[in-house]
């Protein structure tokens, strides 16, 4: 059963450019309403922490690096069917083939530098709101 909230991160790459703002306003011209959200700037060990489900992957090192290397946006957001909804928005991992007018179609540099993270299942939009957010920072 879908559920209404997701998880987001806005990466590095789209943060540094300024694309945040822009991002955000499409997040929420889509329909979502953001329920938590935070500027901050992980850790090389946080990073590998929050992304330890891929740690025997050959690009673990290189994402856990990319992660920390400049601030990023964490935001929850809430919204009827909201993970298919937002992967929807975003567009594919790849942005060559993203569909037109997704975020990463716009804002995304390569697959690795691909401007937004979302959340891939109801479970770990959880698991992963509850990584950056308590209950009190929720609205």
């Given amino acids: 059963m879908a559920t209404n909230r997701t998880f987001t991160m806005i990466k590095p790459d789209a943060f540094g450019a300024g694309n945040t703002g822009a991002i955000l306003k499409m997040i929420q011209d889509a329909g979502f309403k953001i329920v938590a959200m935070k500027a901050t ?19 673990y090192n290189d994402l856990v690096s990319f992660m920390s290397s400049g601030p ?8 009827d069917n909201a993970v298919e909804d937002f992967r929807k928005l ?7 083939e993203a569909a037109e007018g997704t975020i990463r179609n716009m804002f995304a540099k390569s697959i690795d530098a691909n401007a937004v993270h979302g959340s891939d299942s109801d479970e770990n939009a959880e698991i992963e709101g509850n990584f950056f957010f308590s209950q009190a920072e929720r609205v």
């Fill in 41 to 59: 700037r992980l850790s090389a060990e946080l990073a590998g922490k929050f992304y330890e489900i891929h740690k025997e992957r050959p690009f």
């Fill in 72 to 79: 990023i946006v964490a935001a929850i957001l809430e919204k």
């Fill in 90 to 96: 975003i567009g594919a991992t790849n942005p060559a």
